[in-house]
């Protein structure tokens, strides 16, 4: 039997993340077992502390061991660290220590949404794809530079370790680990018992863009702030680095390296992001959005547009669009 080991890191850190995991495994084990075969894993909770407690100890959780314990797990999931994930890496060195030791013994590791700060300050993201909360991007760009952040993705698979987008979707990432340690018949059957939607692969839909701009490069924020202000205009990189007195090249560079987007990416994500809203909260047709974020061709529209939220602005209105639901 393997061992699975559900991380309760001292702080206050995400409660859901732990116990649904802990409830989906435990009812993968109990499916498994129901068709004549053998538990997966042994599920347990662990961390440094006695006792963990959770919104203001309106809930705590004990965990099953101590970290100490646990001379060898073959799968570690680190949960949620909500948004004191700053704090609770300073406070869990210990864990991340572990962390790192477990995988060089063997383990696969699997990060929640902003668990994913953990598991790079223990420095096994280093080169590597990593996903976590869209909310989160910025810090997480500005603390961990060295790891290739992908928020756009629901969840990352490399060499064992594995990492999720935000929030809820951490039931997605389970049902995933489920598929790879069990097989596709109990991921069906989880997904149908807990109710998630499986297979799926982007957050996009999700994401509301804010613009990247925890960087230092003061050139680069006046270029963003000048593309922010004029949605409706096609601006081309040209003409940004030749107001700005950057050769094109240099310019490029220093925004993408500043912002994770190139030029044009930054200024198609910021006509999207207009283009959403009118979508969510007008009567506007989608031509009529599409003119207002400066497109002229549907196609071209409708193929960023899907690029960048994964769905056509159709069925973007249609999901979010209360009047156009109906």
């Keep these: 039997m393997k061992h699975l080991t559900i991380l309760v890191p001292d702080g ?24 004549g075969g053998k538990q997966v894993f042994k599920i347990q909770l662990a961390g440094i502390s006695k006792q963990v407690d959770f ?11 101590y970290i100490s314990a646990i001379n060898k797990t073959d799968l570690v999931i680190i949960p949620s660290l909500n948004h004191n994930y700053e704090k609770a890496v300073k406070s869990n060195e210990q864990l991340i ?3 790192a030791g477990q995988y060089k013994n063997g383990a696969e590791i699997a990060s929640v949404c902003t668990g994913a700060f953990m598991l790079a300050a223990s420095g096994l993201l280093d ?6 909360h869209w909310a989160v991007a910025d810090n997480f760009r500005s603390m961990f530079p060295k790891v290739n952040l992908q928020p756009d993705k629901l969840i990352t698979d490399e060499n064992g370790i594995y990492t999720n987008g935000g929030a809820y979707s951490f039931l997605n990432l389970v049902i995933y680990l489920i598929e790879k340690y069990y097989n596709r018949e109990t991921a069906i059957f989880c997904a149908k018992v807990f109710q998630v939607e499986m297979d799926r692969q982007t957050q996009s839909k999700f994401t509301i863009f804010k613009g990247q701009k925890l960087h230092g490069d003061e050139m680069v924020k006046e270029a963003q702030d000048y593309i922010e202000s004029r949605p409706d205009e096609k601006i081309s990189v040209e003409y940004l680095s030749s107001k700005f007195a950057v050769g094109r090249r240099n310019f490029d ?9 190139s030029p044009l990416e930054y200024a198609q994500r910021v006509k999207i992001e ?30 960023v547009f899907r690029k960048i939220t994964g769905m056509s602005p159709l069925e973007y209105k249609a999901r979010y669009n209360k009047e156009a639901a109906v």
Excluded: Q
Aim: some cysteine.
């Design 12 to 35: 206050e850190n995400n409660l859901s993340s732990i116990v649904g995991t802990y409830k989906i495994f435990t009812r993968a084990n109990e499916y498994a077992t129901a068709g």
């Design 55 to 65: 919104y203001d100890g309106l809930f705590s959780v004990t965990p099953h061991t």
């Design 97 to 99: 220590e572990w962390i």
């Design 127 to 132: 080169g590597k794809n990593c996903s976590t």
């Design 253 to 261: 560079r220093r925004f993408t390296k500043a912002t994770g987007n």
């Design 274 to 303: 207009m283009a959403k809203k009118a979508l969510e909260a007008t009567r506007k047709t989608i031509n009529e959005v599409m003119y207002e974020v400066g497109y002229t061709d549907v196609k071209a529209f409708r193929e």
